[in-house]
């Protein structure tokens, strides 16, 4: 399906990236994960432009959307305010948020600040809570790749390598197409992740923070910082929203028992177990789609 494609610009300057789809009454804004970007989006997004518009941005420093010079602007603060600035580009008022991972993440940091900005949230694979294992996988590998590549085949071979035990018995096909989500064409003509590697640097640099942060949000002497709460739960109560969490059978980032504690602060939670995935599922699966059609469905 065609898209159109649409730039604008941050309130610091930047120049950012989105794609739209459809041309529904009501808008889904897809946000991606941590080192992802809008073609994540492609498989999926075909199948609600029959009844949405939908819109699915570059966070900055991915895909066409520019990088930051100040890494530091990597954190989820800022893309909540990119996101407010992207809905007043494409003359929004009022949203449904899908959220992948850290897309999750900024979804919950705009209901805790902008509540009105959202009709309904579906958070993928992410809660207000992260599973330490998986926690300890990303601040490892975020921004970076294990080894240069020198070809699409090495790239497909890394991505393979780094992402297999998320997306088990996946044919060639499925790993061609998610290298070509993940890498870009470098100057020197050779695959290069499609992400500003300082954002694993960013990344790194909140985790240690967070733990100096989380100290003084324990001891009440400081709730929240530039307007986001320090503990992620108080995001996710702010979810007043009808809300659907997606889950991969396999992650390791969101477990069952997390949206139990989830669910007992939000009865009203919906949520969907993806076999056979990982973190986190990429959304065209038939189980994602009927969960997400469902879900839909009820808000209208």
């Known amino acids: 399906m065609e898209f159109e494609e649409h730039f604008y610009r941050s309130e610091d300057g930047l120049q950012l990236y989105y794609r739209e789809y459809g041309a529904g009454e009501q808008t889904v804004i897809c946000l991606p994960g941590l080192t992802r970007n809008s073609k994540d989006f492609q498989d999926m997004a075909p199948h609600l432009a029959a009844d949405f518009r939908v819109i699915c941005p570059d966070l900055r420093g991915r895909g066409q959307s520019a990088r930051d010079p100040n890494w530091k602007n990597y954190n989820v603060g800022v893309y909540a305010q990119d996101v407010r600035q992207l809905m007043e580009a494409a003359q929004l008022d009022q949203a449904i948020f899908l959220g992948t991972s850290l897309g999750g993440l900024v979804s919950m940091i705009l209901a805790y600040q902008s509540p009105e900005k959202l009709k309904a949230v579906i958070l993928n694979d992410l809660g207000p809570e992260v599973d330490p294992s998986g926690y ?41 197409d998610f290298a070509r989500k993940s890498y870009r064409k470098g100057a020197d003509g050779m695959p290069e992740l499609d992400i500003d590697p300082k ?102």
């Open 136 to 176: 300890q996988r990303i601040l490892a590998s975020a921004g970076k790749q294990s080894a240069e590549v020198k070809s699409w085949a090495e790239a497909i071979a890394q991505c393979k390598e780094k992402y297999g035990v998320a997306f088990p018995e996946m044919p060639a096909e499925f790993w061609d």
């Open 199 to 300: 954002i694993g640097d960013a990344i790194r640099f909140t985790a240690r923070a967070g733990r100096i942060l989380g100290v003084l949000n324990k001891l009440k002497l400081l709730r929240e910082v530039r307007g986001v709460p320090i503990d992620p739960w108080v995001a996710f109560r702010a979810i007043s929203m009808p809300c659907l969490v997606i889950r991969g059978e396999d992650s390791d980032i969101l477990s069952e028992e997390i949206i139990d504690r989830m669910q007992a602060v939000k009865p009203d939670l919906q949520r969907a177990t993806i076999p056979e995935r990982g973190h986190a599922p990429v959304l065209n699966e038939p189980a994602s789609l009927a969960a997400i059609d469902g879900f839909l469905a009820g808000l209208k």
